[in-house]
């Protein structure tokens, strides 16, 4: 299975065929299902070679083929069906496949696969290929007819229904699409429902389908799901085009969810809320991915990829559309705030070790591999330039054109850019090297102050990254205010564009030597490299209008003064501690953004910006010095804080909105601070009172911080121990607080413990995820941390690749440290390495992550 090849963009040619045509019949049955296929082909007029026909297929027991009704017998090989060009007619033939597949055994979750007893499906990337034999590529689109046979009641796929009866039902998808959009769902589901009407009065039938018994969890989702429709057709324009929109969870799943057409497919962690179960952040997380699902109708599917190197296409801009409505359904800057602490901690990450690659790749083995934050995060930070670039207006003018051009087809990252070059005239030449470069270029900035001209002088370097040696300046949107020294503004933000490896801006009649708010609501995905005084930082940290960099300005102390504990033993910051208090207190400020400034940096950030220093991180010391930065704020806050905590300790009557959870974040951020005084007194009696999961989490977890919380433990478990997403949080908590010597024990026990479903990757990725999470458990130097990691990683490997490939990712960083950790993780890998029967996607990972 091994033997995988290297695919290259360069090599890119059309498809031999045409499919017009697909019907689909599923006679269901866990251990041979029967797929039938009926295609409709002919010659695809772009080539002019009269090709044979291959046709994709992985795991299929072929049980008849028929071209024009005759029995034929093609030529099979483990990864495809042929027939020569010479047995082809001359034009349009119907090819008649049937196969045997057997979703009761298929636990790498691709393809149709069966979970609790409910049949489902996962296409994309290549997952259809493991249903049926097909051009399994997303420039071959084609409408979809399916029929389902099986006694289960409920019997779903894509499109509109067309029919049902005793045992089966029929589904026509009237949009042409590729095949990685099919999907189909068979089980005893129920349904939460309501009715939308789009904007030109179409009625469509909502519905998520869930469980027995979960129908009362489905409230928010559909609630989010509502909201983006409105949402898509009032700032994109765009409207929804069937009759109905099903959404299913299931408990088995690979990743977040699925965009199949009219039939999103998501993992249940991301569906089901209430206010006893999930957490704020997890309302969040489900609005934001129900709203990208639901987007992805039009990026993604009316308008789909090319070919798999064009993943951005879809997914950077679907992300960009997520966290615009996510912005104006909640917090713009607090949002914002969150978005670039995912960024910085996920994609700065890898742009910075071995597996960095460009946001469009050139190359790749296994494409689930590049499912990644490049891909997805910084994809959307890339289109946030070109709308500063270009201006709001032109963005929705290009936008508009891009709908209208490219409407039904599968387009490139070199249309998407060419629909602003024609609206706006620009050259965007430079601009696509966003695309085709990987690293986060360093931005160094340093100013002049003469005869009252204030001058910012700007150097970007863009560091070599794995084949990529050289790289060329690139253009960088900088957004800056400048401040006079009494704290007012005297420039509002003004964009400056970069274009060149070193440039200079020049500003003129200022009274007073300003102070610079640079890169405001971080307009470009870089990394700052300014030396500022710990007084100016508190300055911009008290005085900033813009409230991203008045966060930023913070982070950046926290930041230097934990870097600098770590390296040289330096005490904690009287700056930093004075200003902080200053921010936590000032009642004029949204909870929500005093709450974020209190979160500390996480420890595997300050050995990002360590080894960005030049040096080797030490997690041990990294991890002592965030503790000590902790206790020292909790003294500096005094009294204050408890008073704090009793103000917004209040009885309102829970709701998921932001407010609210922003009021939860503050108080939880406080409730932390104050167990460090008293030992957890507090904590206990807040755990015992909460009136929802976001409390019982933040009790639990200010408990188990400072050693407590054994008794809540367990109380936690008899209450939820059958309810496998919340027990998540019941696993990742007690990991995440572990002491760092007894991190990968504490890990090894629970994911060892009998009864644990470790195949399912919720499971999976939570307890090994939360051990790579935690920084210096992970990377403890007897070793422990990457044994276990490795350990896991090799079982899992044989039973679901994907998703032991994407976990592989916690090893991405072990370049950084130093020489006896570096042999410790080197070695771990090469065990993987030398596995017999290798996934080709592990192995791809860990090659790429050796270097
Ligand atoms: N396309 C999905 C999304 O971005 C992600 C996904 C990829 C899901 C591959 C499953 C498999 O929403
Ligand atoms: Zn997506």
């Known amino acids: 299975m091994s033997e995988q090849k290297t695919v290259y963009l360069a090599d890119y040619l059309p498809y031999s065929h045409l499919i017009d045509k697909v019907d689909l019949t599923f006679r269901l049955h866990p251990t041979a299902t029967r797929v039938l296929a009926r295609l409709n082909i002919r010659p695809n007029p772009a080539r002019k070679d009269r090709d044979h026909l291959r046709l994709d297929g992985e795991g299929l027991k072929l049980v008849s083929c028929r071209l024009d009704g005759q029995a034929i017998t093609p030529t099979l090989d483990a990864r495809s069906l042929t027939i020569a060009a010479h047995e082809l007619p001359v034009g349009a033939f119907t090819l008649e496949t049937e196969v045997e597949i057997a979703p009761e055994g298929n636990t790498a979750l691709e393809g149709l696969y069966m979970s609790n007893g409910m049949y489902c499906t996962q296409c994309e990337a290549e997952g259809f290929r493991k249903i049926t034999y097909y051009p399994d590529r997303p420039d071959v689109m084609s409408r979809f007819k399916v029929r389902i046979e099986s006694d289960l009641p409920v019997l779903l796929s894509n499109g509109n229904p067309a029919g049902q009866g005793q045992g089966w039902a029929e589904w026509d998808d009237p949009w042409p699409k590729p095949a990685y959009l099919f999907a189909l769902v068979a089980g005893d589901l129920r349904a939460h429902s309501a009715k939308f009407v789009t904007a030109s009065g179409r009625p469509v039938d909502l519905n998520i389908w869930v469980r027995p018994g979960d129908e009362d969890r489905c409230a928010y989702a559909m609630d989010s799901l ?14 929804y085009d069937l009759d109905v929109f099903n959404i299913v969870a299931v408990d088995d799943f690979n990743m977040g969810a699925m965009e199949n057409k009219g039939l999103n497919i998501f993992n249940s962690r991301y569906v089901l809320a209430s206010p006893d179960t999930a957490t704020d952040d997890d309302y969040a997380r489900i609005e934001a991915i129900i709203a990208h699902e639901y987007f992805h109708n039009w990026t993604g599917n009316r308008i789909t990829c090319r070919d798999w190197f064009q993943l951005c296409l879809k997914e950077g801009l679907t992300v960009f559309r997520d966290h ?4 104006d359904m909640r917090s713009p800057a607090v949002r914002r705030i969150e978005d670039v602490v995912t960024l910085r901690s996920r994609q700065f990450r890898e742009d910075d070790g071995p597996l960095a690659h460009p946001v469009r790749p050139e190359s790749f083995v296994e494409i689930n591999n590049f499912y990644t934050a490049t891909v997805y995060e910084k994809g959307a930070e890339v289109i946030g330039m070109l709308k500063s670039l270009v201006g709001d207006q032109a963005y929705q003018r290009a936008l508009d054109l891009y709908f209208d051009r490219h409407d039904g087809e599968a387009a490139t990252i070199e249309d998407w850019l060419k629909v602003f070059e024609d609206v706006t005239g620009r050259d965007l030449s430079q601009f696509k090297l966003w695309y085709t470069e990987a690293g986060t270029p360093r931005l160094k900035v340093e100013e002049a102050w003469n005869d009252g001209i204030y001058t910012l002088t700007f150097t970007q370097k863009n560091p070599p990254t794995p084949g990529q040696p050289v790289k060329q300046p690139k253009v960088i949107p900088i957004k800056v ?8 503004e005297v420039v509002p933000t003004i964009m400056l564009e970069m274009t060149r490896a070193k440039q200079s801006f020049r500003f003129e009649g200022l009274a007073a030597k300003p102070v610079p708010s640079i890169l405001r609501g971080f307009s470009a995905p870089v990394v700052l490299e300014r030396k500022a005084p710990p007084e100016e930082r508190a300055f911009l940290l008290a005085h900033d209008t813009d409230a991203f960099n008045k966060w930023e300005a913070g982070r950046a102390l926290a930041k230097e003064v934990m870097a600098a504990m770590a390296l040289k033993g330096a005490p904690v910051s009287p700056a930093w501690l004075d200003a902080l208090a200053a921010v936590t207190f000032d009642d004029t400020l949204d909870p929500a953004f005093r709450a974020l400034c209190l979160r500390l940096p996480a420890e595997d950030d300050i050995a990002q910006t360590i080894h960005a220093m030049g040096r080797i991180p030490d997690p041990a010391r990294i991890h002592a010095a965030r503790r000590e930065m902790a206790g020292a704020l909790a003294i500096r806050l005094g009294e204050g804080l408890s008073r704090l905590y009793r103000d917004l300790d209040d009885n309102a009557p829970f709701s998921p909105s932001a407010a609210q959870a922003g009021r939860r974040a503050l108080k939880i951020a406080a409730l932390g601070l104050l167990s460090r005084r008293d030992g957890g007194r507090l904590a206990a009696s807040a755990f015992a009172r909460a009136r929802s999961m976001t409390e019982e989490v933040g009790a639990l977890s200010a408990l188990l911080e400072v050693g407590q919380g054994q008794a809540e433990l367990v109380s936690f478990a008899a209450r939820w121990g059958r309810d496998a997403n919340v ?10 607080h572990a002491e760092p010597a007894e991190a990968a024990a504490v890990a090894a026990r629970l994911i060892g413990a009998p009864g644990f479903d470790w195949k399912n990757p919720n499971r999976f990725r939570t307890v090994i995820g939360a051990l790579a999470a935690n920084h210096a458990g992970f990377h403890h130097r007897s070793g422990a941390g990457y044994r276990l990691v490795a350990d896991w990683l090799l079982k899992l490997d044989p039973l679901n690749p994907q998703t032991a490939a994407r976990v592989s990712t916690a090893f991405e960083t072990w370049p ?8 410790r993780a080197r070695a771990e890998l090469e065990r993987i390495l030398a596995a017999p ?4 996607d592990l192995r791809e990972m860990v090659e790429r992550m050796l270097g």
């Open 837 to 840: 029967d290798l996934s080709s």
């Open 816 to 823: 950084r440290y130093d020489a006896a950790r570096r042999k």
């Open 226 to 239: 509502i909201r983006s429709m409105r949402w898509d057709e009032q700032v994109y324009g765009r409207e």
């Open 324 to 327: 615009q409505f996510s912005a």
């Open 481 to 488: 205010g400048l401040l006079n020294p009494n704290g007012d």
């Open 727 to 736: 027990m998540d949080k019941w696993h990742a908590l007690q990991i995440a």
